[in-house]
């Protein structure tokens, strides 16, 4: 089965030479002004480009969501890691992107708002 499993590197959906599936992202969600909050044991191992998501955090998620749609399958899903606070803007952002898909949050084991699922439907 590891055959069934391709790691490619690039910027958000351009590496991907045809439409797949599954694209699942943890890309940075971290706002301007939180970034200058993260402790050391954050800051010290994780590069700035890892971490930072623009003045509102949602800048490498809305690239995702607009160029995800011309490389999913019928019936594809993207399951995309968000900040603790992002939630509803990024369900919102989901559904004006993908109107008739399902799009639902999933929530960490502390209850946090944490995956937007998007199913294409």
Do not use: W
């Amino acid at each position: 089965m590891i055959d069934r499993v391709t790691l490619l590197h690039g910027n958000v959906t351009d590496p991907l030479p045809e439409p797949v599936h599954l694209i699942v992202a943890n890309l940075p969600y971290i706002t301007e002004p939180e970034l200058r909050q993260l402790s050391p044991e954050i800051t010290k191992f994780e590069p700035r480009s890892a971490l930072n998501g623009g003045d509102d955090g949602l800048r490498c998620i809305e690239e995702l969501m607009a160029k995800a749609g011309k490389k999913l399958l019928e019936g594809g899903m993207i399951l995309l890691e968000i900040g603790y606070d992002q939630g509803e803007t990024v369900l919102q952002m989901a559904k004006d992107y993908f109107p008739r898909s399902k799009v639902y949050i999933t929530s960490d084991l502390r209850g946090i708002d944490r995956v937007v699922n998007i199913v294409l439907q």
